[in-house]
C-alpha cells in the first residue's frame, strides 16, 4: 500500500511541476522582451538553462547517485523554485537585467538537470516491487502525466497573461514547483543502498553504461536524432504559417493534433507496454514520425490537413518513449539505472537545444519545406537502422546459440 502510495505521489509531482511549466512557457520571453527590448536576451534564459544541461556529465555524476529519496529530490526541487523567483523578485525592485535573466537560467537548468535522472531513477526503484513490468509500467504513467498538461495548460497560460500580464504567471510557476517539491517531501520509499558501496562513489560514466548495453544506447542515439530535428515541426510550422498569411495557425493546428493523440496514446500506452518489444517499438515510432514530417512538407498549407497529419505522428510517440525508459529500467539497477537515465536525458534534451539554436539558420538557408523533408528522412533512417540493428543481432545470437542434444 505505501508503495502505490509512494507511486501516485511521484505522477501527481511530477503532473503538477509540468502543469505549472507549460502555462508560465509564454511569460519568461514577454518579461524579457519587455525589460531589455532585446532579442538576444530573450534567448538568454534558454541558453543559460541548457548549459548545464549539456555540461552534466562532468559535474552531476556525484549528484545523480546521492538523490536517492524523495526528500533528496525535493531540496534540488526547492533550488529549482529559487532560481524561477530570481527574475519575478528582481522585477519587483526595478527593471529586470540580462544578469537576473541569465541567473534564473543556470539555478533552474542546474536543477532540472540533476532532478530529472533522478525522479525517473527513484520512480522506477519504488515500483519496482509491485510485479513484473512495473516500473515500465511507472515510467509510462510518468509520461502520460507529462502530457496531461499539454493540451489545456498552454491555453489557460494564454489567458492568463491576457489578463494578468506575464510577471504573475512566473510566480505561478514557482509555486507549482513549490507543490511538487512539498509532495515528493512526503514519499517513504528511497532507492535500495548497495551493500559496501561507497556513498561518495561518483557512479559510472555515461559512455561505460551505453558501451554494456547496446540497445539503450541504440535506442538512446535514436531518441537523440529525433531531439536534433524536432525543431523542423515547430519553427518550421511557424515560419511555414507566417509564409502562407496564417501565422500561428499552423504550428498550434500541428501542436493541437499532435498532443490530442500522443495524450490518448499515453493513456494507453502503459495496459500495453508489457507486450510490446521495446527496441523495436521504439524505432517503429521514429519511422512514423519521420514520415509524418515527410507528409507535412508535401502538404500543402492546410489547417486541417496539417492537424490530421500531425495527429498521425502523435500516435506512437508515447509508445517509442515508454519502450527506452522500459529498455533501462528492465536491463539496468542501482548506479547504472540513474546513469542510463541521465545519459538519455542528456542526449536528447541536449540535441534539442542544439536543434533550436541552430534551426532557424537551418530553415532561413533550406526553408521551411526542406526542412521538414530532410528532417523526416533522418528520422525515418534512424528508425530503420534501428530495426536493422536489432535483426542483426537476433540473427547473431541464434547463429552462436549452442546445439543441445
Known amino acids: 500500500m505505501r508503495t502505490r502510495r509512494d507511486v501516485a505521489i511521484m505522477l501527481s509531482t511530477t503532473f503538477v511541476v509540468w502543469w505549472g511549466q507549460r502555462m508560465t512557457a509564454v511569460a519568461m520571453p514577454l518579461v524579457a522582451l519587455a525589460a531589455t527590448h532585446s532579442p538576444w536576451a530573450t534567448g538568454l534564459v534558454g541558453g543559460m538553462a541548457g548549459l548545464p544541461l549539456v555540461t552534466s556529465p562532468w559535474w552531476a555524476r556525484r549528484g545523480w547517485q546521492r538523490l536517492m529519496s524523495g526528500r533528496a529530490v525535493a531540496l534540488v526541487l526547492v533550488a529549482q523554485v529559487l532560481g524561477l523567483l530570481i527574475v519575478p523578485g ?84 514557482a509555486a507549482g514547483v513549490s507543490v511538487g517539491a512539498i509532495l515528493i517531501a512526503t514519499v517513504r520509499g528511497r532507492v535500495r543502498h548497495v551493500p559496501g558501496a561507497a556513498k561518495a562513489e561518483p557512479g559510472p560514466t555515461m559512455r561505460a553504461v551505453l558501451r554494456r548495453y547496446p540497445s539503450i544506447a541504440v535506442a538512446v542515439a535514436m531518441d537523440g536524432i529525433g531531439g536534433l530535428v524536432w525543431f523542423a515541426f515547430t519553427l518550421g510550422l511557424a515560419v511555414r504559417g507566417a509564409e502562407s498569411h496564417q501565422p500561428g495557425a499552423l504550428i498550434a493546428a500541428g501542436m493541437t493534433g499532435y498532443g490530442v493523440t500522443s495524450v490518448i496514446a499515453a493513456l494507453v500506452c502503459p495496459r500495453l507496454l508489457h507486450r510490446l518489444p521495446w527496441l523495436a517499438t521504439t524505432a517503429t515510432a521514429y519511422v512514423v514520425l519521420g514520415s509524418t514530417f515527410a507528409a507535412l512538407a508535401v502538404c500543402g498549407p492546410s489547417v486541417p490537413v496539417v492537424a490530421a497529419v500531425a495527429a498521425v505522428g502523435g500516435c506512437l510517440t508515447p509508445f517509442g518513449n515508454a519502450a527506452l525508459d522500459a529498455l533501462i529500467s528492465a536491463r539496468t539497477s542501482g548506479a547504472e539505472r540513474r546513469t542510463a537515465f541521465a545519459a538519455s536525458a542528456f542526449v536528447h534534451d541536449g540535441a534539442v537545444s542544439v536543434g533550436l539554436v541552430a534551426g532557424g539558420t537551418v530553415i532561413g538557408l533550406a526553408g521551411s519545406t526542406a526542412t521538414l523533408a530532410v528532417a523526416g528522412v533522418l528520422q525515418v533512417a534512424a528508425g530503420l537502422a534501428g530495426l536493422g540493428w536489432r535483426l542483426h543481432r537476433r540473427t547473431s545470437r541464434r547463429r552462436v546459440a549452442p546445439v543441445l542434444p
Open 90 to 173: 528582481t522585477a519587483l525592485a526595478g527593471p529586470v537585467r540580462w544578469p537576473a535573466l541569465a541567473a534564473t537560467g543556470l539555478v533552474s537548468g542546474a536543477a532540472s538537470a540533476l532532478a530529472g535522472p533522478a525522479q525517473r531513477g527513484l520512480l522506477a526503484e519504488i515500483a519496482e516491487p509491485l510485479g513484473p513490468y512495473a516500473a515500465a509500467r511507472a515510467l509510462a504513467w510518468q509520461d502520460f502525466a507529462h502530457r496531461a498538461s499539454m493540451i489545456v495548460a498552454p491555453a489557460l497560460g494564454a489567458v492568463a497573461v491576457t489578463a494578468w500580464g506575464p510577471v504573475p504567471l512566473l510566480w505561478c510557476e
